[in-house]
T-cell receptor
Framework: GAGVSQSPSNKVTEKGKDVELRCDPI?????LYWYRQSLGQGLEFLIY????????KSGLPSDRFSAERTGGSVSTLTIQRTQQEDSAVYLC????????????FGPGTRLTVL | EDQVTQSPEALRLQEGESSSLNCSYT??????LFWYRQDPGKGPEFLFT???AGEEKEKERLKATLTKKESFLHITAPKPEDSATYLC????????????FGEGTQLTVNP
């Protein structure tokens, strides 16, 4: 079946602009995660959604970052007033449920802030 | 704070030359340890989950093992197509469902 999809695959923006990144999880997966991968660094957790529960936002680096998940499926990560240090690959993952099950990752969105 | 350290950072092997990658971790109550493979420009691809010390899992030329402090990914008779970055991650019981990743080992297998 279809895997996790993300769009756009690449995004170039100017410092100070807002950007929206989209994630379509695997159908039937109730848990959805956002991670960030910066050059030379490991993946960094950002936010986690599980069903109708309140999201775990503990990994968001600043209040410029926000995310929502509509209808328990598609998620959008929004970065306001982008900064050059926001340049990274943003990865979305989903799992059947939360907890100890494997997370399946999408191809990522490469964000470049000029 | 959960921590994951992978070694070596990079490893070059000849085709057929077996070796092991190391993942050392510190976590307050392990729920699971995960191995992923990542090819350039792509998202991580799931390989294994290990839940308790002594557990082992195999897939083709790869075998993952787990102790209370570290995990090893053994690669037997590797082929050039095994070249990738291998990522280790832990999920702690106290940290919800987030994964804490190491920085990875970049493996190159020369023909």
């Amino acid at each position: 079946g279809a895997g996790v999809s993300q769009s756009p695959s690449n995004k170039v923006t100017e410092k100070g602009k807002d950007v929206e990144l989209r994630c379509d999880p695997i159908s039937g997966h109730t848990a959805l995660y956002w991670y960030r991968q910066s050059l030379g660094q490991g993946l960094e957790f950002l936010i986690y959604f599980q069903g109708n529960s309140a999201p775990d936002k503990s990994g968001l680096p600043s209040d410029r970052f926000s995310a929502e998940r509509t209808g328990g499926s598609v998620s959008t990560l929004t970065i306001q007033r982008t900064q050059q240090e926001d340049s990274a690959v943003y990865l979305c993952a989903s799992s059947l449920v939360g907890g100890g099950l494997e997370q399946f990752f999408g191809p990522g969105t490469r964000l470049t802030v000029l | 704070e959960d921590q994951v350290t992978q070694s070596p950072e990079a490893l070059r092997l000849q085709e057929g030359e077996s070796s092991s990658l190391n993942c050392s971790y510190t976590v307050s109550g392990l729920r699971g340890l995960f191995w992923y493979r990542q090819d350039p420009g792509k998202g991580p691809e799931f390989l294994f989950t290990l839940y308790s010390a002594g557990e082992e899992k195999e897939k083709e030329r790869l075998k993952a093992t787990l102790t209370k402090k570290e995990s090893f990914l053994h690669i037997t008779a590797p082929k050039p197509e095994d070249s990738a970055t291998y990522l280790c991650a832990v999920q702690a019981k106290a940290s919800g469902s987030r994964l804490t990743f190491g920085e990875g080992t970049q493996l190159t297998v020369n023909p």
